[in-house]
T-cell receptor
Framework: AQSVTQPDIHITVSEGASLELRCNYS??????LFWYVQSPGQGLQLLLK??????LVQGIKGFEAEFKRSQSSFNLRKPSVHWSDAAEYFC????????????FGKGTRLHILP | GAVVSQHPSRVICKSGTSVKIECRSL??????MFWYRQFPKKSLMLMAT?????????EQGVEKDKFLINHASLTLSTLTVTSAHPEDSSFYIC????????????????FGAGSRLTVL
């Protein structure tokens, strides 16, 4: 069964510091991987996605993620965080068929110190 | 880009009443819509998958008689919480997938902004 693990429930970094949010997945085939961000009381916004090709994908707001098949990981990174990056981040995995489902990790809450 | 509108964004109702939440794809035809429920400080739990013109497929443990899903058109799906109770209070989010495949061979879901339901 497919699953997504985000081992860090909370992460706190100082503004301007680099960030890495971890994501590990379990999937029986080549996964499609996503990172979403959710601000308090809001819906989800897609940051980036990986389907195939270059394993380093660039997303919006300066985020990037690297797909490492050998480690079953898809970690999200940003070289320098801004206070506005404080939010909940969800890693998700899915497959492509007509009724595919996207399964979400439990999320990582990012706190930014001034 | 693809936009999904969810309405209402917030609703408060009395216990025992029914509440309907709408999910509309504004600029594309959504062949499949997904309904998620998010508990406080928890991840999103997939409740059901609905395909236009057919019955929704519910995830294990989700009461189909309590959470009625209708996907009557390619741009609208509704979730009706029947005989709501305080434990149904939650954040409900819909997502939609458009018709056809993207060049990458897969479709990305577009999420609505969510609906906060509070049952008194």
């Amino acid at each position: 069964a497919q699953s997504v693990t985000q081992p860090d429930i909370h992460i706190t970094v100082s503004e301007g510091a680099s960030l890495e949010l971890r994501c590990n997945y379990s999937y029986g085939a080549t996964p499609y991987l996503f990172w979403y961000v959710q601000s308090p009381g809001q819906g989800l916004q897609l940051l980036l996605k990986y389907f195939s090709g270059d394993t380093l994908v660039q997303g919006i707001k300066g985020f990037e993620a690297e797909f490492k098949r050998s480690q079953s990981s898809f970690n999200l990174r940003k070289p320098s965080v801004h206070w506005s990056d404080a939010a909940e981040y969800f890693c998700a995995v899915g497959a492509f068929n007509r009724d595919d489902k996207i399964i979400f990790g439990k999320g990582t809450r990012l706190h930014i110190l001034p | 880009g693809a936009v999904v509108s969810q309405h209402p964004s917030r609703v408060i109702c009395k216990s025992g009443t029914s509440v309907k939440i709408e999910c509309r794809s504004l600029d594309f035809q959504a062949t499949t819509m997904f309904w998620y429920r998010q508990f406080p400080k928890k991840s999103l739990m997939l409740m059901a998958t609905s395909n236009e013109g057919s019955k929704a497929t519910y995830e294990q443990g989700v009461e189909k008689d309590k959470f009625l899903i209708n996907h009557a058109s390619l741009t609208l799906s509704t979730l009706t919480v029947t005989s709501a109770h305080p434990e149904d209070s939650s954040f409900y989010i819909c997502s939609a997938r458009g018709y056809g495949r993207s060049p990458s061979g897969a479709n990305v879901l577009t999420f609505g902004a969510g609906s906060r339901l509070t049952v008194l």
